[in-house]
């Protein structure tokens, strides 16, 4: 084989492999949750980074996860909204939103927020 077929099959390995890679990291449903011993920067209490899971302080560890506004159920949100929509679309959504709307006042964040809003009514 020449260098120049070795090229052309090369070409098409490459993103077979992006594609399988990103197939596979879709497949992952359940997210692990981790609790970091340090402080999430900004005014941000915990994170969810799909595919690999919510990221939580610490100091949140012992909250209550049956309350309507609890933090894991306001993450899990997220994770729910990661598997609709799937990996890219998640993160650039996600993005867009923060870019145009903020953190607080993107219809994602509203979203993972109406459970809390149900409960007040």
């Known amino acids: 084989m020449n260098y120049f077929q070795f090229l052309k099959k090369k070409r098409y390995a490459i993103p077979t492999v992006f594609t399988a890679f990103i197939l596979i990291l879709n497949l992952i449903k359940h997210p692990f949750v981790y609790y970091l011993p340090f402080d999430i920067p900004g005014k941000q209490m915990a994170s969810t980074i799909p595919p690999f899971g919510i990221f939580i302080e610490s100091k949140y560890q012992n909250e209550n996860s049956n309350e309507p506004c609890s933090l894991i159920k306001h ?26 709307s903020g953190r607080v006042n993107n219809w994602m964040e509203e979203e993972a927020r109406m459970p809390c809003k149900l409960k007040s009514r």
């Open 75 to 100: 993450e899990m949100v997220h994770w729910e909204q990661y598997k609709r929509m799937g990996l890219i679309s998640f993160h650039y959504n996600y993005l867009k939103c923060y870019i145009n």
